[in-house]
């Protein structure tokens, strides 16, 4: 057996880095309000998005469970055979590095967008994921420690979202429904689709001590940043109306509304040093997934070379994937919705196809298909 | 082998840090206080070409604060005009004038001349302001009324140098102590806009010529003020242009409606000696409506709760001896109110301009019944059947029971 990572987190550490990962760039860009119709009563398709991630996610936790101590890259092997496993996983390890330049890009164009038009996009994207390479290089322990220090962000954003109540008014938030549900059918998807992101989580979970606590910790970080996002919805559309939903970066705009007693005012930079903080350590995660899979992917010993190259495909795909920020929102509210739950669900459909087959045909022998890097039977926790 | 490593390491550590230190401290895209022009106030008229003509008002930090009389010297503000095609293109051209770079996050005033908007609408300025990253959501927009922006950012306030300054405490003290000027920020204006059934207004701004000064004593180093200017009233909008005006007290009674009105002055006739005025201030009131459409037919009903102190009366009242008094003056400035906000709708109604949010009540209460009057509710406004009740509870009567009397 090749122990590629021997860092092992706890399941708190592991909320932690789940929920950086939820509420990074996209708490800029914010994609689930913007450019969706019917802002005002957002909180709806909020809501149905989280319901249905919190399955989705639930469904992925349990089968990562059913082999405790493989990564869902080896364990897809283990349940679609070698070749048919390898394309699966190599299809996850292919959106993680897509989505870390993705999240790199959303950033660094929410940052040149909003403050700083004359620097280049590439400086922030390269900052950024070299900070999430250098950290992913270290294994997971050092990303984890990050995340729990980048989840203070998490906190500020609750904050950020109260402090501006001299501009609100809550009349904004109605109608209910003016347009019928299926704006925020829309909505769920894109707002699934980013929960889907977390897909990474098939990756963690062999490291994480407590097994025990991995199922209710990922309910807890869908509940936590679920309430989080809702609550900044209803913010954005309590400040800004029906505008909500056509500004770029409406997170950071809200921000810029916080006047307290005609003193405490532009305290935005903390907030994007904040995010800035968040998306390194997202990269960071995916790109650590990203690696250590495709190290198990073709039995290297070890993952750490892999991450530089990775994030340097992340960084060149930043720059190539979107020619500017509209682009990158028209993917995001577009394209992401139906791509990712495509290769995610799609994925773990056939994952859990193999499982059932496995289940029915070959009871005893679950293991059969394995890689010879399998640590321990899996039988074992049933 | 080691050293190479170590060295690696090191390059690895200092191509870090310094791209941290070049990103994160802004030395990127600096922007240092020294080379900043502050924009305190901007203007925005037609230049006769018909192009668009801005003019900014600059502080001039180095004329501001220091000794009392130093103000008088020299004027803390300079001001600037370009002409462009764009509100962007004539921004950029203020480095034509300004040595520095002209910086708009301090700017708290847009200020547009009347013509503009009767004769382009809102379109063309307002993209610039609400896309670009500089100008501030929190910045207060207001229309001149038949003068220009221009002549109106010259003009000079007593007490105040920094006209921008002045002009942002008349218009706090017009907001808290009148309520005759809408309270609206660039953010709500442009909410309205977008909003369903409800129209923007924006601020009234007037230019005050002042009569020249012929005797002048002392010293004659700086001209005295020229004109001096004061806030008051609404711009009204339908759609993108603007079509009308509230004045003073109609915007008043349109607050009232909106439940803005902070604290101000109410008169009316003295009950029983109709020549006489008393005069009421009003300490705190709340304003709401309703509006219930049934087909065609719309009828909204306006309830405002306002509480006051008795503030000056002409002719003399004892209140000891006559407590039904108290009703009669409650029942004066009830009808006050109640003629400002009537006045208001009308004035309104007849510009066809919903800037009360009847139409948004309906849709947000109502959606699907605003689909059916949406189109229709150009023809709708204008008739709608108003009613409106007005309850005001007097307090107190000063420090006085009863008023002085020459026997």
Known sequence: MKQQERGRISAFQYMCILLVIRMTATTVAFPFMTG?????????????????????????????????????????????????????????????????????????????????????????????????????????????????????????????????????SFQNLLPILPYGLSPHLKRAATMTSMFLRLSVLGMMIPYVRNKKDVLRYT?????????????????????????????????LQLVRQITIGEFFERIEIIPVSLWLLNSGVNIGAFIWASSLGLAQLFNLNRFEPLTYPIGGLAVLLGMVLFKNYVEQVRYLIGLQPILVPLVVLGVYLLLYAGFIFKRLWFPKRTNSGAPAALEADPDDTK | MIPNRWLVHMTACLVTITLVMTVTSGCWSRKEIEDLAFVMAMGVDRSPSGNIQMTAQFAKPGAMGGAQDQASQEKPFWVATTEGDTMFEAFRKLGYLSPKRPYLPHNDFYLFGEDIFREFGLKPFLDFIIRDTEPRLSARIGVVRSTSAKDFL???????????????????????????????????????????????????????????????????????????????????????????????????????????????????????????IVSVGILRATGKFKVEAEGNRVRASIEVNAVGNLGCVQEPVDLMKEPELWTKLEAGAQSTIEDEISRAVATLQRLGSDAVGFGQYIFRRNPRQWATLRERWDEIFPAIEVSTSVKVHLREMGVILKSTESR
Do not use: C
Not at chain 1, 46 to 61: D, F, P, R, T
Not at chain 1, 68 to 89: E, H, N, R
Not at chain 1, 240 to 245: P, Y
């Open chain 2, 154 to 276: 010259q003009a000079e306030f007593e007490g105040m140098p920094l006209s921008s300054e002045a002009l942002r405490g008349i218009m706090n003290h017009l907001m808290n102590a009148w309520g005759t000027i809408p309270d609206i920020t660039i953010r709500e204006f442009v909410d309205r806009m977008e909003s369903e059934g409800i129209e923007p207004i924006a601020m009234g701004a007037e230019l005050i010529p002042l009569a020249p000064d012929v005797e002048i004593e002392g010293d004659p180093t700086r001209e005295q003020i020229k004109a001096t200017a004061t806030l008051g009233g609404a711009a009204v909008f339908k759609g993108d242009y603007l079509v009308g005006w509230l004045d003073g007290f109609e915007t008043r009674g349109l607050n009232w409606i909106l439940g803005k009105v902070k604290n101000t002055v109410v008169e009316f006739p003295h009950p029983g000696h109709e020549d006489k």
């Open chain 1, 219 to 251: 309910r807890y970080t869908v509940i936590v940043s679920g309430i989080v996002l809702t609550a900044q919805s209803i913010a954005l559309v309590a400040v800004f109306g029906s505008r909500a939903a056509t500004s770029a970066v409406p997170t």
């Open chain 1, 36 to 168: 969706h119709e019917s802002p005002t009563d957002a909180w709806i398709g909020a809501l149905i998005g989280i319901g249905g991630s919190l399955v989705l996610l639930e469904l992925m936790v349990r089968l990562s469970l059913y082999f405790p101590d493989m990564t869902v890259v080896q364990f897809s092997q283990a349940l679609l055979g070698k070749f048919f496993g390898g394309i699966a996983a190599l299809l996850l390890v292919g959106f993680w590095v897509f989505d870390a330049a993705v999240t790199a890009r959303a950033m660094g164009s929410a940052l040149v967008n909003a403050f700083m038009p004359e620097t280049p996009v590439l400086v922030f994207i390269i900052v950024t994921v070299f900070f999430g390479a250098n950290g992913a290089r270290q294994g997971l322990e050092i990303t984890a420690r990050w995340s729990e220090l980048a989840t203070v962000g998490v906190l500020m954003t609750a904050i950020m979202l109260v402090l501006p109540f001299k501009a609100m």
